[in-house]
């Protein structure tokens, strides 16, 4: 017997772990890691839509051929249809809140916000993308209808939340508060197994993840920044390398395990930047810090933002802590 501990294992073996543990966290967590490799699968067969037909057309059996974004975000709301832990989901790809349909949306105690396909501009090309999600307990009485109150939550009140990187391996990241772990999807087996135990991002790094042609709309502070990490000087080992995928889940991914700073700073067209609080600073920013690292709105610790519209945007900057204490230092000037 190979020497491995799955998902379910873990996740069985931790459960004292689990704040509010009772069963139904870790049932939440196993559904999310059947949706991940439904998901997996068909992102994986990506390629072949082209033999078998794009969105909107028919394929050669007949079937409308969906956009994988679509695909995602429908797996994940069935799978937590059927679980029962779920009360109401908030969705990157829906406008308004989605409570679960039947008892369960009265029932459930859990609330999940999710992207089921970020970075879904990378699909076409092959590139890596991924799902972020977060998990809140409601708000609201058990036993009535969920509302937007229960997705309205800030970083602070979570109980778990991770990502999953379809990338050369799929791997499914997450954090109940105890620290990070991450499992690699072993496809012969069907099974996510532990394959990074208790993940700590380096306190420092050479790593910068920006979308440098905006450049011109940066607030001074990171452009300052900008020339900085491009200058030569050895005591502080720069310059700095610039890697940036466009591809959230993949540049945080490489940054939290090789230590770097990803930035997404407001801009002159998009004052609060461009990527969303709910699904993508709040939930990215929990695994920053449950691995050591730092997460800022450059005013504010984004786990600290109280949300109050579903869509809402944030300006970010999170990973290591030392490197994005220099940014701040810079955006402070
Ligand atoms: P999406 O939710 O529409 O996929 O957009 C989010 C993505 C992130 O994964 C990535 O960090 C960012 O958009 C890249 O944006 P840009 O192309 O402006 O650099
Ligand atoms: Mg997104």
């Not at 799978?79 to 349909?101: D, R, W």
């Not at 996510?192 to 709309?217: Q, V, W």
């Amino acid at each position: 017997m190979e020497n491995f501990t799955t998902l379910g294992q873990f996740v069985i073996e931790k459960q004292q772990d689990f704040p509010y543990a009772k069963g139904e966290l870790s049932r939440l967590l196993r559904d999310i890691g059947i949706a991940s490799k439904i998901i997996s699968r068909e992102v994986n067969k990506a390629g072949l839509t082209n033999i078998l037909g794009d969105h909107g057309s028919v394929n050669v059996q007949d079937e409308d051929v969906k956009k994988l974004d679509i695909i995602g975000n429908e797996t994940f709301i069935a799978t937590f249809s059927k679980g029962g832990e779920v009360c109401v989901i908030a969705s990157e790809e829906n406008e308004g809140i989605i409570p679960l349909k039947g008892t369960f949306s009265k029932n459930g105690k859990y609330v999940i916000c999710m992207d089921p396909l970020d970075g879904s501009s990378n699909i076409d090309v092959n590139v890596s993308i991924g799902t972020i999600f977060s998990i809140y307990k409601r708000v609201t009485e058990v036993g009535t209808e969920p509302t937007e109150a229960d997705v309205l939550q800030a970083g602070n009140k979570l109980v778990a939340a991770g990502y999953v990187l379809y990338g050369t391996s799929t791997m499914l990241v997450f954090s109940t508060g105890n620290g990070v772990n991450a499992f690699t999807l072993d496809p012969s087996i069907g099974e996510f197994c532990l394959s990074h135990a208790n993940i700590k991002s380096p306190d420092n790094g050479k790593i910068y993840s920006i979308n440098e042609g905006n450049a011109a709309e940066f607030p001074q502070g990171i452009k300052d920044y900008l020339t900085w990490v491009k200058e030569e000087d050895k005591t502080t080992d720069r310059p700095y390398t610039s890697r940036y995928i466009g591809s959230m889940v993949a540049d945080f991914h490489r940054n939290l395990l090789k230590g770097g700073v990803f930035i997404y700073p407001p801009t002159a067209k998009s004052p609060n930047g461009k990527l969303r609080l709910l699904f993508e600073g709040i939930p990215m920013s929990y695994i920053a810090e449950q691995a050591g690292g730092l997460a800022t709105t450059s005013t504010m610790r984004i786990l600290d933002v109280e949300p109050t519209k579903i869509h809402q945007r944030v300006p970010i900057i999170m990973g290591s802590k030392n490197m994005v204490n220099k940014v701040l230092e810079f955006m402070n000037k």
